[in-house]
């Protein structure tokens, strides 16, 4: 049996998740021998959205596809990046004619990989088609292609959300994992028809923070009720996401175990845009 190893990390947070993400996705593509790596970016400038210049600068650093989420449009100098990239996904939910893309199917030594997002419809904005409809019909079509090895990101508030598309496509897919809620869940499990399944990969991003953001703003908004700006807290930050084993002949996950790498002290900073 060929085994393909998988990294997904979840949501990047400003330039502290964003500079651990680079500076380790080198050395944990070594330590852990992963053969692809799939990374939520839709944080990563200044904890909204994501730039061309961040995700080129993810892709060098060892990413095989960026995704996204509820926030992919808030850097406007992204919807101009998006039909030249196609290794960075919005979600495939979106309307037709949206820029992007909402799946890729890449090449690797040990064959084709595809990574499908999708976002949910309870409690997030903006509302789009219904993403188990639009899962299905694109699982299935890479199936029919001859497509084995299939990530499938659900970005979505509810768990029970993310639990039922896992549900749908297991023995479709060969991972299912959410993202969106900045809060690695422990349920990393195999479903019956040899489906990965996480709730949440949690973020990348400072762990003294609430979300990734300033403790003081948000515990501040909570207590007043008053409007205020979150910025990106500072200090050491926690890498989290998930690294499952495929079978590259059946696309069934073999092994699945979360990641939650603390890193004592934030990067140094290099001069990229927050």
């Known amino acids: 049996m060929s085994t393909l190893r998988i990294l997904f990390l979840g949501d990047v947070v400003g330039e502290p998740g964003r500079k651990a993400v680079i500076e380790q996705l080198p050395l944990l593509k070594h330590s852990e021998g992963l053969d692809f790596i799939i990374v939520n970016g839709e944080n990563a400038a200044g904890g909204r959205g994501i730039t061309p210049r961040i995700a080129i600068d993810l892709l060098r650093a060892g990413a095989a596809v960026i995704s996204t989420g509820d926030h992919v449009w808030d850097q406007p100098e ?3 990046y998006f ?7 919005r979600p495939l939910n979106y309307p037709p004619g949206t820029p992007g893309n909402g799946s890729v199917v890449l090449e ?3 064959g084709r990989v595809a990574v499908v997002l999708v976002q949910g419809r309870s409690f997030i904005q903006p509302p789009l088609d219904n993403p188990f409809l639009a899962a299905e019909a694109e699982v299935d079509r890479l199936a029919a292609a001859g497509l084995k090895v299939i990530v499938v990101e659900i970005h979505a508030e509810t768990t029970s959300e993310k639990q039922a598309m896992g549900r749908l496509l297991d023995g479709r897919a060969s991972l299912v994992v959410g993202t969106h809620t900045h809060v690695q869940t422990a349920d990393e499990t195999i479903f019956p028809g040899g489906t990965g399944y996480l709730t949440d990969a949690g973020m990348c991003g400072p762990e003294h923070s609430v979300l ?8 501040w908004r909570f207590k007043s009720g008053m409007p205020t700006r979150f910025p990106v807290a500072k200090g050491a930050v926690r ?3 998930v690294i499952v084993d495929v079978d590259t002949d059946s696309g069934r996950c073999v092994a699945i175990r979360r990641l939650s790498l603390p890193l004592p002290e934030a990067p140094e900073a290099s001069g990229t845009t927050p």
């Open 108 to 110: 690797t030594a040990k």
């Open 78 to 80: 992204v919807v101009d």
């Open 239 to 241: 890498l989290c996401g």
């Open 83 to 89: 039909p030249t990239e196609p290794r960075l996904l």
């Open 212 to 219: 990734g953001r300033s403790i003081e703003s948000v515990v």
